[in-house]
């Protein structure tokens, strides 16, 4: 954790801000997704071994301006930040956690995050389950497998993961896990049980 | 892009930086410099004695005590994400660096680097 990111310093990273074997090592990288607010930095955050980062990239909103000719000459340009975080698995593979924002209109953003990834575990709130639909649609547009971490059910569990499954039309497979992004540990269980899932898929 | 440049008054300041940064050139093959592609700087003797502007200096001295994703080389030094991949092409290019790109997705290779991930998280986190 002892990584300084201030910009003005030349040689400012301690060493654990570097790939531990980097020279052996191949990155792979897991989206945590959602909409807004739901917990992928804090997610990202209680499982990294490193400060979580972020990277800001300037994007060009079409999709919004595409009804409005006026609005296309005047081209808007937002910026979207990146979250991500690392996890050295072994001198053979380090992982990157990918924090990505739910939405549709940064089309060039998810095309870059979605090349390759493993997989992503898509972070839901209950109480905001309409929120959902367009990062699920995304997910599954990048053909990417995908697991659910519940931020908590109310009441019986086995009833609301049955009317949660319902409403988020997924498929019997799908695995729907209850996480507390807060906490390492079971962060780190929604992330084994995606894994142990994207095996199976592979196998 | 803009031949006149008589827009140039709409354009955020950080924006014309970054073309300065770049020198206008385009961005890399996203193959070759992907977020989770991994950089180091290469030893001083194969190195193409060119000047290097500024900014290429401090990429270069960043990545010069280990490796580094490009999305993390971004992060520390708060450059948007297509300034960086730029500047590292260019380094890449003249010998400043070399890169550890993602190996390509195919499924023999997915089923041995998912195990190896899932052994990873139960070694770290039981």
New interface residues.
Partial sequence: MG?T?S?GD??G?T?D???AD??T?????ILVVGHFAVGKTTFIGS?SE?EP??????MTQAAEAVDDLKGVR?KT?TTVA?D?G?????D?????L?GTPGQTRFVQMWE??A??A?GALILVDPERLADSFPVIDLIEQYGLDYAIAVNHFDGNPERAERALREALDLLDETPVVTCDARN??SS??A??TL??Y??DR?? | MRAGGEDFE?E?AD?VRAYIITKGRELPD?QQL?????V?ATPEEGRRLNRLTPEEQ?LL??C??????V??V?????L???V?RIVLASLTESGHLMT?P????A?NA??E?????????????G
């Fill in positions: 990584s990111a910009s030349r040689r990273l060493t801000a570097y790939v980097g020279a090592q191949t990155a792979v990288k499982i490193i980062l972020s990277t800001e990239e300037t005047g340009t990146l991500f690392r996890l050295t698995l072994s053979r593979v380090v992982l990157y990918f870059d995050m090349r390759g493993l390492e540990q780190a269980a992330l084994t894994v142990r994207l095996l592979a196998s | 709409f955020p924006l996203e992907s977020l989770i592609t991994l180091t401090r001295d960043i010069s005590a280990g490796y580094l994703s999305a993390e971004a992060g520390h030094t708060r948007p994400l297509g960086v550890r993602p190996v390509p997705r499924r997915d089923k680097l998912l195990e190896e991930v899932l052994n990873g998280l139960h070694r770290k986190f």
